[in-house]
């Protein structure tokens, strides 16, 4: 099956072309892509420099690397691309504070244009993969964390190689990720899991609330301490007649409870109602909060260390 190398392929393709030698001529023309993409981001928003600038100074870091990876000597230096970077991205910033908005960059258009459809294949190869993976007998656990892993990678590689700029078509380059990842999560679900489950599936992320609430009560609830600060926290709302997608945590413990409205808790092979008490999800284990009322529910949670 094709899908069986698919993202393998992918990566093996990535390893090959840093070992193999980068012409010069290669290796200018990155140079310049990264440089038009950060000045781009700055020339559309002149608040974010300070994020496209890093971003840029990380690519141009790598570029460098992996030509030394290649065994090749770069035709200039780190300081020197750097302290370029720096000059045409403050051009730039001058520029929009006098406010004038210079035209677009052709050369930055093409790479961001390039780039998300390099992107959108990935992400729909690794969509194709979940159910290879599956066929070859690999757990629902290592599925699904193999699958994030990768996802996370590709956003991650994604938000940095943009400079942070939208990809065509998209409001942002933050929610287009964020989008996909929601996907993933629902295409990862097991079919089994889910049956007779509500079909209105929601992730978390989606229906995000402002949030700030005193994280006592959760700690007091499983008879902890609050003595240190949560690894996340925040607040969702459960639409009427929805469910979330199924997730999992990493060595951490969930805590949640409900602000408003009523549902109920599924996790691993037991439901509990969710109201207002406090319901724990242990380390690993899959849940999911449906709301099959009228009203919403809008949830509040913290994760911790078990």
């Not at 200018?28 to 608040?47: G, H, M, N, T, Y």
């Not at 840029?56 to 770069?74: F, V």
């Not at 600060?229 to 945590?249: D, I, S």
């Not at 805590?255 to 808790?265: K, L, N």
Request: aromatic share 8%; net charge neutral; proline share 8%.
């Amino acid at each position: 099956m094709i899908k069986a190398y698919s993202v393998g392929l992918l990566l093996f393709a990535a390893a090959a072309l840093q070992a193999a030698p980068m012409p010069k001529a290669a290796f200018l023309e990155s140079k310049k892509d990264i440089i038009a993409v950060v000045v781009e981001r700055v020339r559309q928003a002149p608040e974010d420099d300070s994020r496209a600038l890093k971003a840029g100074e990380d690519r141009l870091r790598r570029l460098h690397e992996d030509y030394k990876i290649a065994k090749s000597t770069p035709p200039t230096t780190l300081d020197g691309d750097v302290r370029e970077l720096t000059i045409e991205a403050t051009k730039m910033r001058l520029e929009r504070s006098r406010g004038r908005t210079p035209p677009a960059d052709p050369r930055a258009e093409r790479f961001i244009r390039s780039y998300w459809e390099t992107y959108r294949k990935k992400v729909e190869s690794l969509f194709g993969d979940i159910q290879y993976k599956r066929d070859a007998g690999a757990s629902e656990s290592t599925v699904y964390w193999d699958s994030l892993k990768n996802i996370d990678s590709l956003r991650e590689d994604l938000q940095e190689s943009l400079a942070f700029n939208s990809p065509p078509g998209e409001r942002s380059v933050e929610e287009a990720s964020a989008k996909d990842r929601w996907e993933l999560l629902k295409r990862l679900e097991d079919p089994a899991r889910i049956r007779n489950r509500l079909a209105c599936v929601k992730a978390p992320e989606e229906n995000a609330r402002p949030s700030s609430f005193d994280i006592g009560p959760f700690y007091r609830a499983v008879g902890l301490l609050p003595g240190t600060n949560p690894l996340r926290k925040g607040a969702f709302e459960v639409p009427p007649g929805c469910r979330t997608v199924t997730q999992r945590e990493s060595g951490a413990q969930l805590i949640f409870r409900s602000i408003s409205g009523q549902g109920r808790v599924v996790a691993g092979g037991e439901e509990k109602p969710l109201t207002y008490e406090y319901v724990t999800v242990p380390p690993e284990t899959p849940y999911l909060i449906e709301n099959p009322g009228g009203d919403p529910l809008n949830v509040e949670f913290i994760v911790i260390n078990p």
